[in-house]
């Protein structure tokens, strides 16, 4: 696992560069690599199911969700602890789940979220797929407009930029073996 938090922290830093934090460049490389962590937790656990299919489906999905975070909420430590939030207060987390003063579908909270980070991915991760199947009719590229913006509609460049910026960074930099991974 240590491979793929290296290629996903990579990732990360091209998207949003530690100079882009008013923390230390060590401070910044240290939560990177936790939010990694936590992305391939939730992308990894046999009890969620991955957005891609195939053998590199769930290196897909935490580089997606990923993507996704590096739009949302730039890896900011002030909204990862929950301190800025996004949407007039009615976002919480690094994924900017929008959940105002009620609950995630699963049953969690706003401060929850921001509490526990995989539980906000988590949250993500099942916000992407209802996403997903809802647009299903839809070009890969624009199921993701739902997450964003409550609805799904074609040439989304809310859903594009997202989804383009992990395809580019998976098609110029080479995922980790998805078979070493599992071993």
């Known amino acids: 696992m240590d491979t793929l938090v290296t290629y996903l922290v990579a990732a990360m830093t091209a998207w949003v560069p530690a100079k882009a934090h008013p923390e230390s460049p060590e401070e910044t490389a240290k939560r990177y690599e936790s939010i ?3 992305v391939a937790s939730v992308a990894f656990d046999e009890a969620e199911k991955p957005l ?10 935490a580089l997606f969700m990923l993507s996704i975070a590096s739009y949302e909420s730039s890896y900011k430590k002030v909204v990862d ?3 800025d ?3 007039g ?4 987390c690094l994924m900017q789940i929008r959940v105002g003063d009620g609950r995630t579908r699963e049953g969690w909270t706003g401060s929850q979220l921001v509490a526990d980070r995989k539980l906000c991915l988590r949250a ?3 916000i992407l797929h209802g996403s997903f199947n809802v647009c299903h009719n839809l070009p890969v590229e624009d199921r993701m407009s739902a997450y964003a913006t409550g609805r799904c509609f074609e040439h989304a460049d809310v859903s594009r930029s997202r989804i383009y910026r992990a395809r580019a960074w998976w098609h110029k930099h080479a995922p980790p073996d998805a078979a070493v991974l599992d071993s």
Do not use: K, M, V
Request: glycine share 20%.
């Open 85 to 87: 939030r996004g949407d």
């Open 89 to 92: 207060g009615r976002s919480y």
């Open 124 to 126: 993500a991760l099942h």
């Open 81 to 83: 602890e929950g301190a």
């Open 52 to 61: 891609f299919a195939g053998p590199d489906g769930r290196i897909q999905t």
């Open 36 to 38: 990694a962590q936590d």
